[in-house]
């Protein structure tokens, strides 16, 4: 960080967190990252600052996909278990 004091929290990805500490939630990420769009998108952020947002909004965006990702694996191992379902591609557009 700068000099400049932030009173938002940087919540840090699970490889950069303290031995022992718990790992942000797939939420309290998105939850972050709403909060740095905010910051950014206000435009009253100084260069250094916001590549220090930028950056940290793409550690989260990497964290949160990998979490999808593990997800999404452990959903179809369930599926997989039940011998009668078969997973499928997501379709946005369903539903």
């Known amino acids: 960080m700068s000099g400049t004091e932030r009173s ?3 919540i840090e990805p699970t490889s950069e967190s303290p031995e022992g500490a718990e790992a ?5 990420r998105l939850r972050r990252l709403d909060e740095i769009v905010v910051r950014l998108e206000g435009g009253d952020v100084k260069l250094d600052d916001g590549l220090e947002l930028f950056e940290e909004g793409v550690r989260h965006i990497r964290e949160a996909e990998r ?3 593990r997800a999404e694996m452990r959903v179809e ?5 039940s011998g009668e379902l078969r997973t499928r591609p997501f379709d946005e557009g369903e539903g």
């Open 8 to 10: 938002d929290p940087e």
């Open 24 to 28: 942000p939630s797939l939420e309290d």
């Open 67 to 69: 979490l999808l990702s």
């Open 77 to 81: 191992e369930l599926i997989g278990e």
